[in-house]
């Protein structure tokens, strides 16, 4: 498997994103900077980061999405390559308009650090074909602004058409434990084409036994296993 | 801004927090009446903030060398090795009376100042702590304070990106009126690859990197050396505004600059910006410096020699450059969109020559700028002994620990550590909310800890006690979460030194802190001194934190908190039940009575070797360290932490409160298989430590003898206290 990180001068998930995505596929993930206007050829998944890719004193994501390198991005994600944006990174990919919706200020108003327990909503993706029958895990969030939004009919085309990958939930499964009232207890979405997937929590924060926990792990597996069957 | 410069003379000088003989002291080093631009280099080179006038013979007493340490204090901050060709560079200072005036800024520029002491040094921040002061909960100010610097904190290390892990938060009415914010931050470097501040070489030229100077924070380390009163809202204007997203770029800049070789010496700029790094470059290095402020990147309009050379904008650093390797340089500048400017260059003379337009706006010696800085012995006094510690009232033990476990000082800090990532780096082993943070060294099997501490209660009653006490439970905390405790960095938070009680106070704790640090091998290699935290004459209690690091050879000596069903509760070290000053006493009564407890720092270092040795030989499970509260808050929190219940026998001659209740000193909880018990004794008696059984784990309740209290009753109680003194619940 062969993985891209892109990297914004404010970006600071990019080195646990890399040494996620390394350990799993056990080939070095390139970094690429944001001014680069290409991606480095035949890459399989691209990884937005998360972070504050400038600052992001006013919209999340907005800036970032207008660097030199999201446009090759976004020609890559056209052509059906994979593309995983956590925390800012989602927020980069709704801005970018690869994934609809938006990023708010959490309801709470503060910025919240924690584990969060997800259901995993649906299998049915190359980001979480390795959860197995779905269930609950355990990783952490950590933003200001991971408040899910869109418009009515954009969540019921989601839900319809099980683009919704993650929910926050408690740790028994059941509804609540959202920390930032996204809508729907959101926590990550598909693409219509499934290939790319935008989540607030950070799977590359926990999927390492030292660390605590590795439910984050099977993420990557995942994406190691459809490059395998693909 | 006119261009006229106001007049020079004492009165002037005076409004610059200079005293007369301070003012004398200038015109005999000149022979002549100073510039305006010259006055205002002086007042920020000789404040307290930047000169330790007050402090530094005092100082001078720490005990700051040791095998492990590459750089101890003067630079800008600590250095210390780990081992495998690696080092820790750590320091912690305070932004105290920013904070106040305007918390979120005040306290964002607190980290962000700490974290570019660490990364000039050439290191990576890897963790970030904070320890907090704030007045009553009840005080109409505390509630705004607490929820503005801990979203500034949150606001500045989250960006960054570095893992905010510990600290601490303190409720006393004696910061009623001055809040304390001290930041903490460590970073990773090669251990042959720290950069120093010195300059080197004659006409090398002088490099500003970094964000445009602005006029914030103009007098901001003159304004941080002078009490505070009615007129205090005015000083809001020097108060810096920070830019964390800058400081990023700034670090990532830096890093790749010491990298590519392309740095001889670096310097950020912090307290008086321009005039202290250009100083402290210069007087490091024996050379001269001149600086040409036309080139000054510039945020505002006509600013003026004076302003330029005192602004504290943020987010700003000096280096000395290999002429050579200009085009590398300025290739990293540009990749990270940063300004910079050739703003002067060194010179082979004791001089300090800065121009602007086409005149001269200072030229003064440079040595006698730091060199000659006033250094006061102050007068003091010895802190009068204690008062008695009186009747212990009645009070049942499970009443007793429910107030406790639900106390502004004792209940969970979750709402504030929840507001600061603590897991970015995604190295964080132990999180906050244990005796220590532990971050694993990256890309290695070993581990950092983390720790401050400091308990002001006993400070006041007992200088000296108090100073060996904060040591003291900084190295229990590290010894609790496994790691051999390194070296310390010390915050020293205390009122106006010109009161001689008030020097005392500081007399006494630099010594208990210099005979623990001695006693226990934490050299102090860092560190802060913050005076004048007094409003209308009342000063804060004496706070001297006490911030130390760490080492666990193996992330698999840390030691959990939480403990096992079925473990068995051991207590390590002796108890006799010492209740002065106790935080039952404080908490619950509101009485802060009786001495400190004593502390014997050879039993410390005894119990914290023994702790450790368990640890290595497999036999515990779960440590905890006893502070505030003794035994039975420590044994709820450990129940707390680990969700399960736990049961604490009575003692057969204290009395249950003191038993319980009593903070004295050198000791742990910790929890382990029944089967250990007698291996464990035989190492306790062979090193003289006294150990007992004293509970077992299980259940869904905190029995301490014959009281006891639901498990989910306590953590309610510990989880909502903060909320609710933040009036959100």
Known sequence: MKSAVIVFPGSNCDRDMEVALTQTAGQPAARVWHKDSELPQGLDVVAIPGGFSFGDYLRCGAIGARSPIMQSVVRFAERGGLVLGVCNGFQVLTETGLLPGALMMNAGLKFVCRDVHLRVETT??????AYGNGGVIRVPVAHHEGNYITDEAMLSRLKGDDRVAFTYCRPDGTDGGNPNGAMADIAGILSENRRILGMMPHPERLSDPTLGGTDGRPLFQSLLETMATA | ????????????????????????????????????????????MWNEHCSYKSSKIHLRTLPTDGPQVICGPGENAGVVDIGDGQAVVFKMESHNHPSYIEPYQGAATGVGGILRDVFTMGARPIAAMNALSFGAPEHPKTRSLVSGVVSGIGGYGNCFGVPTVGGEVRFHPAYNGNCLVNAFAAGLAE????????????????????????????????????????????????????DPFTEKRLLEACLEL????????????????????????????????????????CREEAMNAYEMMLSESQERMLMVLRPEKEAEAKAIFDKWDLDFAIVGKTIDEDRFLVRHGAEIKADLPLKALSGTAPEYDRPWEVTAAPSHLGDVPDLDIAEALKALIASPNLCSRRWVWEQYDNTVMADTVVRPGSDAAV??????????????????RYCKANPVEGGKQAVAEAYRNLSATGAKPLATTDNLNFGNPEKPEIMGQFVGCIQGIGEACRALDMPIVSGNVSLYNETDGRAILPTPTIGAVGLLEHLDQVIPMAPKRGDILVLIGQTKGHLGQSALFWEIWGRDEGDAPPVDLRAEAKAGQLVRDFKAKGLISAAHDLSDGGLGIAAAEMALAAGIGVAVDGHASLAPLAWFFGEDQARYLVACPEAALAAMTEAAVATQVSLRRVGHVGGTEVVLGEASVALATLSDLHEGGFGALMGES
């Open chain 2, 1 to 44: 801004m006119s261009a006229k410069e106001p007049e020079v003379n004492q009165s002037l000088a005076a409004d610059h927090g200079l005293k007369p003989d301070e003012y004398q002291r200038i015109l005999d080093l000149l022979g002549r009446t100073p510039s305006f631009t010259e006055l205002g280099i002086f007042s920020a």
């Open chain 2, 191 to 242: 251990a042959d690859q720290i950069f120093y501040s010195a300059a080197s070489g004659v006409g090398m030229p002088v490099v500003y990197l970094g964000a445009k100077t602005g006029r914030d924070g103009v007098g901001g380390a003159t304004m941080a050396s002078a009490e505070f009163d009615e007129t205090i809202e005015e000083k809001r204007p020097t108060v810096q505004v920070g």
């Open chain 2, 439 to 456: 971050v694993r060294v990256h890309g290695t099997e070993k581990g950092l800890a983390f720790t401050s501490d400091v308990t002001p």
């Open chain 1, 124 to 129: 049915e993706s190359p980001f979480t074909s």
């Open chain 2, 258 to 297: 010491m990298a590519s070789g392309a740095v001889i010496s670096i310097q950020d700029m912090g307290a008086a910006g321009l005039t202290c790094s250009a100083v402290e470059m210069g007087d490091k290095g024996d050379l001269g410096v001149e600086l040409d402020l036309d080139a000054v990147p």
